[in-house]
């Protein structure tokens, strides 16, 4: 059975940190592309950083370059989302996506911004 389950959500002031978990079972994690991506309200999801299967490379929305940093570690099969400088704009339910042979996601983790 394939899962992704995110953890690490939460309430934060603006100018804050947070650190977003994403744990895979079920399929073989090293093999996978992983993803973040993010929904506010009325809003279409969006890509927010995206890391290869070896970990060697990365890619980032504008709006995040310089104060998200994805990473992963295939020996957990986890992968991270370090969010710092937190704004309110960033507030949104956060998704770790899989996308390799087959095309997965997880069920997300509400991250909200505000004073």
């Known amino acids: 059975q394939v899962q992704l389950v995110e953890s690490g959500g939460g309430l934060v002031q603006p100018g804050g940190s947070l650190r977003l978990s994403c744990v895979a079972s079920?399929?073989?994690?090293?093999?996978?592309?992983m993803s973040w991506y993010r929904q506010a309200p009325g809003k279409e999801r969006e890509l927010v950083a995206g890391?290869?299967?070896?970990?060697?490379?990365?890619n980032y929305a504008d709006s995040v370059k310089g104060r998200f940093t994805i990473s992963r570690n295939n020996a957990k099969n986890t992968v991270y989302l370090q969010m710092n400088s937190l704004k309110p704009e960033d507030t949104a339910v956060y998704f770790c996506?899989?996308?390799?042979?087959?095309?997965?996601w997880g069920q997300g983790t509400q991250v909200t911004v505000s004073s």
């Open positions: 890391i290869n299967a070896y970990g060697t490379s990365t």
């Open positions: 996506r899989a996308k390799g042979y087959a095309d997965y």
């Open positions: 079920g399929f073989t994690f090293s093999n996978y592309a």
